[in-house]
Every structure is written in structure tokens, then in C-alpha cells.
């Protein structure tokens, strides 16, 4: 239920010659239409802010399946309703961890 709105940008750096390319991912989740709500059940327009960094660089596979990376990042997340709050054990603050490999063919 409810109508949920993203909004966000995320600025890239290539580090020189090192094939490394830094991310800074900002997101800001708003509810339009109840998709988050305050205390008393009413509308809360912002739900939640993060932002973080993300690395990747090329890994030594390319192939027919097209051309590898690793990549891995920290974010900082900012639960800004009650509900996400809630939903979140009421901690308003975390810290999201992520690595992975990708595949761009």
C-alpha cells in the first residue's frame, strides 16, 4: 500500500591508471502516499537518506560470458520515519556491507 518515491545520485571516480573506479551512491526514500508512516499513522514524507562508497575494478576473466568485476562498498543508512524505525528493531541508524562480482557483456 501506499506510493513510495526515490530520488538519488551517484558520482563516479576512475583512480588514474589503477582500473579501480570509486562510486558514492546517495539515495533519499520519501512516501508520497503512506508507504511510510509517523507514530500516529499519518504520512511521514521521508523515510529514509544513505549514502556510501562503493570500489570495483576488473578481474583477469574475459570470455564469451563478457568481462568480470569485483566490487565492494560500505553504506551509511538513515531510517528518517517511525515505521522504517520500527520495521528496523527501532534503530534509526545502520551501516550496510556489500561485495559481489559482476558480469558486463
Known amino acids: 500500500e501506499g506510493t513510495y518515491a526515490e530520488v538519488g545520485i551517484e558520482p563516479v571516480v576512475k583512480l588514474g591508471d589503477t582500473h579501480v573506479t570509486l562510486t558514492f551512491p546517495t539515495k533519499l526514500g520519501m512516501s508520497l502516499d503512506g508507504y511510510y508512516r509517523d507514530s500516529a ?6 523515510g529514509y537518506a544513505t549514502v556510501g562508497v562503493d570500489a570495483s575494478m576488473p578481474l583477469p576473466i574475459n570470455n564469451h560470458f563478457g568481462h568480470w568485476r569485483i566490487h565492494g562498498g560500505v553504506s551509511y543508512l538513515q531510517l528518517l520515519s517511525d515505521s522504517a524505525r520500527a520495521t528496523n528493531g527501532g534503530d534509526a541508524n545502520d551501516f550496510v556491507g556489500t561485495i559481489g562480482v559482476s558480469v558486463l557483456y
Open 41 to 46: 499513522g499519518h504520512n511521514s514524507f521521508f
